[in-house]
């Protein structure tokens, strides 16, 4: 099937059930097939490769309020790295690269004058007191877990502090913590959820899942999300 005559569909709910057999016979047929899903990454992108394997074009796309829609999170992002300083450095790293291949697929959109500032300004303090790992548009800031706790800018910035106990570190800041995640076992996750009484636990990934707890980017992800569907299309959204 030349580019020109294959048919375009937008197939929601396809990371599993009915929606992934429907995205599968398009592919069968050829079809380029969006793949929508909300947070099922894992699972789309097995659809994703059920419709190329097919004989099919795919792409997923993500419905949900996730770090890399349009300019990334509005509230402070903080890690904290249950180890040494040599572990959290190489975590920033990691989570650095995972940054800039997410940003490949979903460039950020525009930030303000003001929101660019407040990034110079919290990488010109990094300069001094900690270090940064650049991330795509963004940046992954690290400070050691003594003194004044650092908040990283709006967008996709996130910021890694080593600590020798996550939980103890996690109690101090309870007072502004709205939502939190936990990466270990369930027994470290329920002594945080009491040490963060007023937080919202979340599943990592799914963190600004709603109902989100706190300031979000509202500016219609979804339909932002679409935009590459109906330029495809060759007409706008509507």
């Not at 004058?113 to 270090?131: F, M, N, Q, V, W």
């Not at 400070?143 to 706790?149: K, Q, R």
């Not at 979000?216 to 590459?228: F, Y």
Request: charged share 20%; aromatic share 6%.
């Amino acid at each position: 099937m030349s580019p020109s005559t294959r048919q375009t569909v937008l197939v929601t709910g396809a990371s599993r059930g009915l929606g992934s057999a429907i995205a599968l016979a398009f592919g069968r047929t050829g079809a380029r097939v969006y793949v929508g899903y909300k947070n099922r990454e894992r699972e789309a992108t097995d659809t994703v490769h059920g419709v190329e394997a097919a004989g099919g074009q795919a792409a997923a796309l993500a419905f949900d309020v996730v770090l890399f829609d349009q300019r990334g999170c509005l509230s402070p992002r903080v890690v904290l790295f249950e180890g040494s300083r040599t572990g959290a450095q190489r975590l920033a790293i990691a989570l650095a690269d995972a940054l800039r291949s997410w940003e490949v697929r979903v460039p950020r959109g525009q930030v303000s004058l003001d929101e660019r500032a407040e990034c110079t300004r919290y990488a010109d303090t990094l300069t001094y007191t900690g270090e940064i790992v650049p991330a795509g548009s963004g940046m992954i800031g690290i400070t050691p877990g003594e003194g004044a706790l650092l908040l990283p800018p709006a967008g996709r910035n996130l910021h890694v502090i080593p600590v020798a106990d996550a939980i103890a570190s996690a109690e101090n800041l309870s007072a502004h913590v709205t939502t939190f995640a936990v990466s270990g076992s369930d027994a470290q996750e329920s002594a945080l959820a009491q040490s963060l009484p007023s937080a919202r636990p979340a599943k990592l990934g799914m963190m600004q899942c709603p109902a989100f707890d706190g300031p979000v980017d509202r500016r219609a992800p979804a339909r932002s999300a679409l935009t590459t569907f109906f330029n495809s299309l060759g007409r706008a959204e509507p």
